[in-house]
């Protein structure tokens, strides 16, 4: 096998996306920003696609322009019992423990929550580096700058020897455009959208030799 670093996103991507987890942290944003920011209620909604889209994640809009607390913000909207939400899945364990690459988080979200939905999946072995939004600042995914800190960490010169699996078309799009393979997990993919489509982790290994 060609690779040697999978980049795994870590919300809706090592955990379905009916759990219902990135759900209850989206609705917790809503909440920070009605009850910390005093924002309308109406408008948050809008906002928060808003930012998101234009700047990579609302964390990153609500800073530039409301000069809000990175570490207040995350951690409120991260602040969930998730195990009401999340669950370990012994085969998805064993597959990724097969893999012989490398093995990181790369998210948007923040360590302390990606060590605890690690931890809650029984996961957290399995992963040398957690790569998180406060790491790659003031970049995210799918910034083509957050990928270049991403590889120099974890120690990769060519992104031909790189996969980012994550459950977003866009980051699948950003990864394939500087040269990595992506595989877009849950759903199928176009051509333009990632390299494969990943919807059963015991299919992985399968698709990454076709890669």
């Given at each position: 096998?060609?690779f ?18 990135w ?12 009850e910390?920011m ?32 990175e570490?207040?913000?995350l951690a ?69 700058e957050?990928?270049?800190i ?17 459950d ?26 990632a390299?494969?489509s ?14």
């Amino acid at each position: 096998m060609r690779f040697t670093t999978i980049f795994f996103d870590l919300d809706d991507t090592l955990y379905p996306s009916n759990a219902g987890l990135w759900l209850a942290i989206k609705n917790r944003m809503n909440d920070f920003m009605r009850e910390r920011m005093n924002i309308p209620e109406a408008e948050i909604p809008a906002l928060r696609e808003k930012y998101y889209l234009q700047y990579g994640t609302t964390l990153h809009g609500l800073k530039k322009h409301h000069n809000i607390s990175e570490e207040e913000f995350l951690a409120y909207v991260h602040d969930l019992r998730l195990e009401d939400y999340l669950t370990p899945d012994a085969q998805q364990r064993e597959i990724i423990a097969s893999l012989p690459t490398r093995n990181l988080i790369f998210t948007n979200a923040d360590i302390p929550h990606a060590e605890r939905v690690l931890t809650a999946l029984n996961l957290r072995d399995l992963f040398s580096t957690i790569i998180d939004v406060t790491t790659v600042a003031p970049y995210c995914k799918p910034m083509p700058e957050a990928f270049s800190i991403a590889m120099k960490l974890a120690g990769e010169s060519d992104p031909a020897r790189c996969i980012m699996i994550d459950d977003l078309k866009r980051t699948t799009r950003a990864a394939k455009a500087i040269g990595m393979s992506s595989i877009l997990f849950g759903e199928t993919a176009s051509s333009e959208d990632a390299s494969a489509s990943l919807l059963d982790w015991n299919d992985l290994t399968d698709i990454m030799e076709k890669l």
